[in-house]
């Protein structure tokens, strides 16, 4: 096992080095200050003594998922600058997309899961937690014969391992008195071809996100769990720590626009807002009368159980090798612990 937690741990510094490469040549949706994440920018520093006054610049990494319509919704009704803070949103296709970015200094902070940032400090990022945020994986089938997590024993279940997404379903799996080796695997990392598969009864279940949960139960799947009925939420938001140390204002008042954002959202129809959802989640316009929003919480730190829950997974995985407790990677900048 020490001899695979090695190669494991250098497999992790090697793709951190070549990330860094290869965000020489990838650019971004909308970065305007170019401002990196491990917060040495001569640029911000020259900025802030000229224009105290002036709104800091915040800039997210966002996956086009449910967790980041209040974030957007924030800088749309500028609620941000509101707060003397700027967001500046920058939404990435895909989580690899994203951490080239990140590793780049492209953007300070980014939404992820518990996972991610074991892999992220297991690789000597200095990575903390600031919050949760409201995201959503659900486990469908289209197979009659599975009415519930239970029935999924020794059947074919599609997600992408070493992710939050096979975290999920091994607590889903858990919880209902099974494990991970009494269902098979089928490795699809690709989202959309998860849901083709299940359609065509390629499978008996997948672990899917939003647009496409939506998607497959107008295809007639049905959900056999999610991770809010499990009780199960691997979704935060994260920063260096350097960027915490020299941004730690900012960050705050992002929350303040954030909770803003949660409020504006209950207090107006969900049809004054529904088709920035669409755009930015890609729902197809056809199911505009079949979304539901998620009932958004005002911001919250994540649970420590949570944290050394999934930190023990990984541990099982080989994803993570060095003994860091979860409380050293939860940052008090918002929320005191």
């Known amino acids: 096992m020490e001899r695979r937690n090695w190669k494991h741990l250098m497999m992790l510094f090697m793709l951190v080095a070549a990330m860094s490469m290869v965000a020489v040549g990838c650019g971004s949706n909308t970065n305007n200050t170019g401002a990196p994440a491990t917060g040495n920018a001569a640029g911000d520093a020259t900025a802030v003594s000229n224009a105290p006054a002036e709104a800091a610049a915040l800039t997210l990494g966002l996956l086009p998922s449910i967790d980041a319509i209040p974030f957007i919704i924030a800088h749309e009704q500028g609620f941000d600058k509101k707060h003397n803070v700027n967001l500046e949103i920058q939404t990435f296709k895909s989580a690899k997309d994203r951490d080239v970015a990140f590793q780049a200094g492209k953007v300070d902070g980014i939404s992820a899961d518990l996972v991610a940032i074991s892999i992220y400090n297991e690789a000597g990022l200095d990575v903390k937690i600031t919050s949760t945020t409201t995201g959503e994986f659900d486990l469908l089938t289209g ?32 919880q209902a008195g099974l494990t991970e080796e009494d269902i098979k695997v089928t490795e699809v990392p690709q989202i ?33 769990s999610s991770t809010k009925t499990a009780g199960i939420n691997p979704f935060v938001l994260a920063f260096p720590q350097s960027v915490i140390d020299a941004k730690g204002q900012a960050i705050q008042d992002m929350y303040a626009a954030y909770d803003e954002a949660v409020a504006y959202m209950k207090s107006h129809d969900q049809s004054e807002y529904i088709d920035l959802i669409i755009k930015e989640v890609g729902y197809p316009d056809t199911l505009k009368d079949q979304i539901t929003v998620p009932e958004y919480l005002p911001a919250n730190q994540v649970d420590v159980k949570e944290v050394e829950a999934a930190f023990a ?15 050293e990677v939860i940052s008090d900048v918002q929320f005191k612990k």
Not at 158 to 174: D, H, P
Not at 212 to 223: E, F, N
Request: without cysteine; charged residues 25%.
């Open 143 to 174: 197979n009659d014969g599975v009415q519930g997590v239970k029935d999924l024993k020794g059947k074919t279940v599609i997600l992408s391992k070493n992710t939050s997404t096979q975290y999920t379903v091994a607590m889903m799996l858990k």
């Open 192 to 224: 959309p071809t998860r849901l083709e598969l299940l359609k065509n009864q390629k499978a008996d279940a997948a672990v899917l996100p939003e647009p496409y949960v939506t998607m497959g139960k107008a295809a007639g799947l049905r959900v056999l």
């Open 313 to 327: 997974w990984a541990r099982e995985k080989g994803l993570l090798t060095k003994n860091i407790p979860a409380e």
